[in-house]
C-alpha cells in the first residue's frame, strides 16, 4: 500500500465513531475540493500535492470536539506518519496543516492577519467550504442533534464576538446561533481566489436558508 492508501485506512478507522458531521465522507470532500483548489492554484509537484493530500485525509483526526484535546491530533498524526515510514520533513509539513487549519486555531490571531504556507491555506478553504452551502446547513443540524441541541429558540441571541475560549467552551447553543457566531463569517476568511468565489455561492444559498427557516418559524409563509 502507498503511504494515500494507508492513510485512508488509517482516517476510516479513527473516525468510525464520528457522526456525520464529521465523518470519512466529510474527508473524502474536504479530499476532492483541496485537489482541485491546487489545480486552481497552480500546485504541480507531485510532493507539494501529496502533502495536501495527507493534510486533507487527517485534517480532523481526534478533533478537539470529539478529543476534548489540542493536541492529540497533531500527535497521532506524527506517530502514524513516523511509523508509516514517511519522510520526516514532509510528516512535519503535514503535522503542521492538522495543528493550524481550524477556525478557533485562526481566532488566536484576533482578526490580524497573518501569511501562512499555500498548502494549509489551500486544505483550510477545502474544509471552510464543507461547512457552508446545502451540506454546510446539514452538517449543523446533525452536529447539533449529536449534542441533542435545539435547532432554535429566538430567546437565545447569537454572541457574534466570542473569545476563542468562549467559542470552544460554549455548550448550549442553538444551531442556528452557529450560523451567526461562525458560518457566516467564513466566506470573508477565505484564502483563495476559487475557495472565495465558491464560498460566496454557498454563503447566500446559507443567507436564504436561514430566512426561510425563521420565517417559517413565526408561521409568516
Ligand atoms: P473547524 O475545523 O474550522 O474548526 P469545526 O470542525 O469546528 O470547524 O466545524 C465543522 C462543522 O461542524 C461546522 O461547520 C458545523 O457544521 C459543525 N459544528 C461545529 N460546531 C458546531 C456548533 N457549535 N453547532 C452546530 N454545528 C457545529
Ligand atoms: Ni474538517
Redesign the pocket.
Known amino acids: 500500500m502507498n503511504i494515500i492508501e494507508q492513510t485512508v485506512q488509517y482516517v476510516k478507522d479513527s473516525l468510525s465513531s464520528n457522526d456525520a458531521?464529521?465523518d470519512y465522507a466529510h474527508i473524502e470532500r474536504v479530499y476532492k475540493m483541496a485537489i482541485k483548489i491546487a489545480h486552481d492554484e497552480s500546485v504541480e509537484s507531485e510532493l507539494d500535492l501529496e502533502v495536501i493530500k495527507l493534510g486533507a485525509l487527517l485534517h480532523?483526526v481526534h478533533?478537539y470536539?470529539y478529543s476534548g484535546s489540542e493536541t492529540a491530533g497533531p500527535e497521532a498524526v506524527q506517530k502514524f506518519l513516523n511509523e508509516a515510514g514517511y519522510p520526516s520533513n514532509l510528516t512535519d509539513r503535514v503535522v503542521y496543516i492538522v495543528k493550524n487549519?481550524?477556525?478557533?486555531k485562526e481566532m488566536e490571531s484576533n482578526g490580524n492577519h497573518v501569511e501562512t504556507p499555500l498548502e494549509l491555506r489551500i486544505v483550510q478553504d477545502a474544509?471552510?467550504l464543507d461547512?457552508l452551502g446545502a451540506i454546510?446547513i446539514g452538517?449543523?443540524m446533525v452536529?447539533?442533534g449529536s449534542k441533542g441541541?435545539p435547532m432554535y429558540d429566538p430567546n437565545i441571541k447569537p454572541n457574534i464576538n466570542m473569545s476563542k475560549k468562549e467559542y470552544m467552551d460554549?455548550k448550549n447553543?442553538t444551531?442556528i446561533n452557529?450560523f451567526y457566531e461562525?458560518?457566516f463569517k467564513l466566506k470573508d476568511l477565505m484564502k483563495t481566489e476559487s475557495g472565495r468565489r465558491i464560498a460566496q455561492k454557498r454563503h447566500e444559498f446559507m443567507e436564504l436558508y436561514v430566512d426561510h427557516f425563521k420565517k417559517e418559524w413565526e408561521a409568516e409563509i
Open positions: 458531521s464529521h480532523d478533533d470536539k487549519i481550524s477556525y478557533s474544509d471552510r461547512a454546510g452538517r449543523t452536529f447539533s441541541r460554549k447553543d444551531a452557529h461562525k458560518l
